[in-house]
């Protein structure tokens, strides 16, 4: 079936790397994503991994997929309060339907 | 260039009355994707138009339909609300010189129902 899975809560210490995983079903997805949401917004795309890529970096952004085990990666490096918010990890199937996780809430502990 | 925008940001009705929400997407985009968003289920999509056909359906009653007009602005419409249609709606919009691949998010219409 669909579904994309993801833990609801990541703590990280400000200045720390985060890393939210995501584990997704559906082999045939063409794109992977990464949205950002903060309070009271809507959902802001960060970064997205076509799935025949491994690895892109974009700024303090890095993204990993592993297509065989279908687990996509962010990582954040040097955490800041501003990165507060909800990560939401998104696959995007042959028919074109996007379906998301249910977001994984990132918490900055100074 | 401007943003996907949504109309109206928050909205309250009570059970059993309709509601119309809008979005404008993005210039040059012609594709508009409408979500429900949740504490409970999270974000589920509704409907994809694009060139005012609907192109993709999510598993929602028929209480809820869509259109797009030929500027690409779309509309959402529930019927007979329940209390149960309270939540945050999202549009999306993609397509022109940002590519299909990407959707890029209105703030959303708050709707609570009483």
């Known amino acids: 079936g669909e579904d994309v899975e993801q833990s609801l809560f990541l703590s990280v210490r400000e200045g720390d790397s985060s890393v939210i995983n995501c584990t997704y079903t559906d082999s045939s997805s063409t794109y992977l994503y990464w949205y950002k949401q903060e309070p009271g917004a809507g959902l802001q795309l960060l970064t997205y991994?076509?799935?025949?890529?491994d690895m892109k970096q974009d700024q303090r952004l890095t993204v990993l997929l592993n297509k065989k085990d279908k687990h996509l990666s962010l990582r954040i490096a040097d955490t800041q309060t501003g990165d507060s918010a909800i990560y939401f990890c998104?696959?995007?199937?042959?028919?074109?339907?996007?379906?998301f996780g249910k977001g994984t809430r990132l918490h900055i502990l100074p | 260039k401007a943003g996907v925008t949504q109309t109206p940001r928050y909205l309250i009705k009570t059970r059993g009355q309709q509601v119309t929400l809008s979005c404008s997407p993005i210039?040059?985009?012609?594709?508009v994707s409408w979500y429900q968003q949740t504490p409970g289920q999270g974000l589920q999509f509704l409907f994809e138009?694009?060139?005012?056909?609907?192109?993709n359906k999510g598993n929602f009653p028929g209480r809820f339909s869509g259109r797009q007009f030929s500027n690409s602005r779309s509309e959402m419409n529930v019927s007979t609300l329940e209390l149960g249609d309270s939540a945050l709606y999202l549009c999306?919009?993609?397509?022109?010189?940002?590519?299909?691949?990407?959707?890029?998010f209105g703030p959303g219409t708050r709707l609570l129902v009483l």
């Open positions: 999306a919009s993609s397509g022109g010189d940002t590519g299909p691949e990407t959707q890029y």
């Open positions: 210039s040059g985009h012609r594709s």
């Open positions: 138009y694009f060139s005012e056909t609907q192109r």
């Open positions: 998104a696959e995007r199937p042959r028919d074109d339907k996007i379906i």
């Open positions: 991994i076509f799935s025949n890529m």
